[in-house]
C-alpha cells in the first residue's frame, strides 16, 4: 500500500527538479526521499520548488542536502523535512543532531501523517555574532556576551562560538 519515489545525484551539479510534472500514484501512502535545495531557484544542487512538491502530492518528503534539521513544514497536503545529522559535526550545521519520526495513519481523505522530532545529539552547536563597536570596558564587553548566552539558551550541552566584531580603540582589553 506504499510507493516510494526518490533520487540523488552524484555529479557536482544537478540544475532541475525532478518533481518537474510529475504525479504521485493514487491510492497508496506516498512516501518521498530526494537530495535537494526546496526553494532554492538559484542553487545547483537539485533546486526544486514548493510547487512542484506540492503538484507531486505526497503525503511526507523527506528531503535531503542541508545537514540541519529544519522542522516540519506543510506544503500543500503534503508533510516535508530535511532529516539533518544524527550528530551534527560543526558550527556550519548548528543545532543538535537527531532523526524524524514518521507514523502515517489512514485516514477518509487519504493519509494523516504524525511527525516529531527525536534528538539524538549529545551537543548543540551555535554561532553568533556580536558588534562591540566602540566598547573598551571588559566589565561591559564580558555582560554583553553573557547575556548573548542567555539569548541563545546556551548550557552545559552547547557549543557555542561567538565572533566578536566591530572597532575597539587601540589598546582595548578583551575580557
Known sequence: GAAVYGWAFTGA??????LAKKKVS???LNLLCGHCALDRQE????????RDLELFGADYAGLSHYHVSGGFRNVGRTVCAYSGCLENRSYEEPGVG???????TAAQQGWQIFARRLVFGKYRYAWERLDVTGMKDPVEMEEKVR?????VGADERTLLR???VGEVPPGTRLP
Not at 542553487?43 to 514548493?50: K, L, W
Not at 537527531?98 to 502515517?104: E, F, T, Y
Open 13 to 18: 551539479e544537478h540544475r532541475f527538479s525532478p
Open 26 to 28: 493514487p491510492g497508496f
Open 43 to 50: 542553487s545547483v544542487h537539485c533546486p526544486v520548488t514548493s
Open 98 to 104: 537527531g532523526a524524524n519520526l514518521i507514523i502515517a
Open 147 to 151: 547575556a548573548l548566552i542567555r539569548r
Open 162 to 164: 561567538v565572533d566578536l
